[in-house]
């Protein structure tokens, strides 16, 4: 199947041919045409598998179809640098069809914005808070807005932005379409949806995604108060080139990266306390090798895309096996190697165990002086005895002390 078959606008079209992208991916081919339709849909998509395009084109076509009015579509994403993101593919497909649009999202001058809005543009690509923001301070209305996207929907309300979007939704026109795209569909997403949705189709891109082969996995037992002496151990050891390390709270993401200084190291810090001056200055030096480490929360797993990053660090074990895939991710891109190292405490099985499980084996296991004994609950299936696939299964079970 080829684009032409969804009736898309010809001028978006001519940009994927000038772009070189002639199939869609799964996501795509099932969510374009419900777009087109009109439907309400609900689409299960991880990140990476061209969902952006799956809303933007056909919501832009049926914009482009009838006469051009303010805010007549938004979208709205959980942090800043997914809006950046978003917006530019937004941008691109839309400037080709004389369609308006901005971004809007925390940590930038609102007066700036607020000129941008007052100005006027057809698409808002948006963060929850910063939106409220500028509707408080009526800067923006939506009275003619004919599309609501939700991208990224579970990280919206794993952030704790159901109050907010609650809170807009009651400013929307009911009589309106309503796309969300998550990469998972836990309870709290159905019952949004039933409130959200009129009759939805829901689809889905497959299972979640495995990491790539060049991802060298390993897992490091260790209990709380060793994470840091282990990781300095390593950092020594590997001797990484640019090196991405996950934590799971802001304080102690500032509280690593003091300690990593303290040791000489150039360190920069991405997390949701940081001005976007702060974060846009963290990243662009963590790609120019300025900072050889950024240590960051999960606000840099999703959309996060630099070239070159040959160890990522998961000193928090991440809760879910969808925030681990993301997490990993990062390193090994562009066909090189790369390694991801993860911490795990006695105390996080249960996640441990669900990733493992996801991936469909046993992350291997090294030790160090005064590592713990943490279990596993995935067990994989083993083969018949004697074989020589049952022999390399058991080389990967868990060694203990």
Not at 184 to 189: G, L, M, Q, S
Not at 299 to 321: C, K, M, Q, S
């Amino acid at each position: 199947m080829s684009f032409d078959h969804f009736d898309l606008d010809p001028r978006c079209l001519d940009l994927l041919e000038a772009q070189n992208i002639v199939t869609p991916t799964p996501v795509q081919e099932q969510a374009i045409p419900l777009v087109m339709e009109g439907r309400d849909a609900v689409a299960i998509a991880q990140t990476g598998t061209g969902k952006t395009l799956a809303f933007v084109l056909p919501g832009l076509t049926l914009l482009a179809r009838g006469k051009l009015k303010h805010n007549s579509m938004l979208v709205l994403v959980p942090t800043r640098e997914l809006c950046v993101q978003v917006h530019e593919v937004v941008r691109d497909v839309a400037s080709t069809m004389g369609i308006r649009s901005t971004s809007i999202y925390g940590g930038v001058s609102l007066e700036r914005q607020t000129r941008d809005l007052r100005k006027g543009c057809h698409v808002l690509v948006a963060t929850p808070g910063r939106l409220l923001d500028h509707m408080s301070r009526r800067n923006v209305r939506f009275d003619h807005l004919q599309i609501l996207v939700l991208d990224e929907a579970d990280r919206m309300l794993d952030m704790g932005f159901l109050p907010d979007i609650l809170r807009i939704l009651q400013k929307l026109p009911e009589d309106r379409q309503t796309l969300m795209f998550s990469a998972t569909f836990p309870d709290a997403i159905s019952r949004l949806s039933k409130r959200m949705l009129r009759d939805p189709e829901r689809v889905s891109a497959g299972e979640i995604e495995k990491p790539v082969a060049a991802v060298r996995q390993l897992l490091y037992p260790v209990r709380q108060e060793h994470k840091s002496r282990l990781l300095l151990e390593l950092l020594e050891k590997e001797d990484p080139g640019p090196a991405l390390i996950f934590l799971r709270t802001k304080i102690r993401t500032e509280t690593l990266a003091h300690v990593l200084k303290k040791k000489g190291h150039n360190v920069a810090q991405l997390h949701g306390d940081r001005s976007q001056a702060q974060r846009q200055q963290a990243l662009d030096g963590f790609r120019k090798g300025k900072y050889d480490i950024l240590v960051a929360t999960d606000v840099a797993a999703r959309g996060l895309d630099i070239e070159g990053i040959t160890h990522v660090f998961n000193y928090d074990i991440p809760p879910n096996p969808e925030d681990y895939i993301h997490r990993i991710g990062r390193t090994a891109r562009a066909e090189a190697e790369g390694d991801a190292i993860t911490f795990v405490t006695p105390a996080e099985f249960q996640a441990l165990g669900a990733i493992e499980k996801a991936l469909g084996h046993n992350i291997p296991r090294d030790e160090w002086d005064d590592a713990p004994r943490v279990l596993s609950i995935y067990r994989p299936i083993k083969p018949k005895r004697g074989t020589a696939r049952r022999r390399a299964s058991s080389r990967r079970l868990l060694r203990r002390r």
